[in-house]
Nanobody, 125 residues
Framework: QVQLVESGGGLAQSGGSLRLSCALS????????VGWFRQAPGKEREFVGA????????YYTDSVKGRFTISRDNAKNMIYLQMNSLKPEDTAVYYC??????????????????WGQGTQVTVSS
């Protein structure tokens, strides 16, 4: 069972930055994508970005392109989400997730098999 633990959430001002971390453990060789998702109160969980574990290729939803960056440290089994130029609408619980090899889109929340517990990000205006 792959396990994920997020950290790094908190309170930031509009225009500020935060870096989220996702620590993976267990048989991570079973997974190929690691994704970041977020869920605001009253809204569905939405895709933020993803990284192909072995290739470093990254993908982002349009609303965060140019502001958020996903990176990885394979040696430490860590995935990071660097969030710059934060906006109040970025306020949400952020989750990292991992998936086994699949033909489903990397942006599909249902394509992911393993989830962290989430970390709260609050951006004040």
């Amino acid at each position: 069972q792959v396990q994920l633990v997020e950290s790094g959430g908190g309170l930031a001002q509009s225009g500020g930055s935060l870096r989220l971390s996702c620590a993976l453990s267990g048989p991570t060789f079973l997974t190929n994508y690691v994704g970041w998702f977020r869920q605001a109160p009253g809204k569905e969980r939405e895709f933020v970005g993803a990284i192909i574990w072995s290739l470093r290729s990254t993908y982002y939803t349009d609303s965060v392109k140019g502001r958020f960056t996903i990176s990885r440290d394979n040696a430490k089994n860590m995935i990071y989400l660097q969030m710059n130029s934060l906006k109040p609408e970025d306020t949400a619980v952020y989750y990292c997730a991992a998936r086994r090899f699949s033909t489903m889109s990397y942006s599909d929340v249902n394509a992911y098999d393993y989830w962290g517990q989430g970390t709260q990000v609050t951006v004040s205006s």
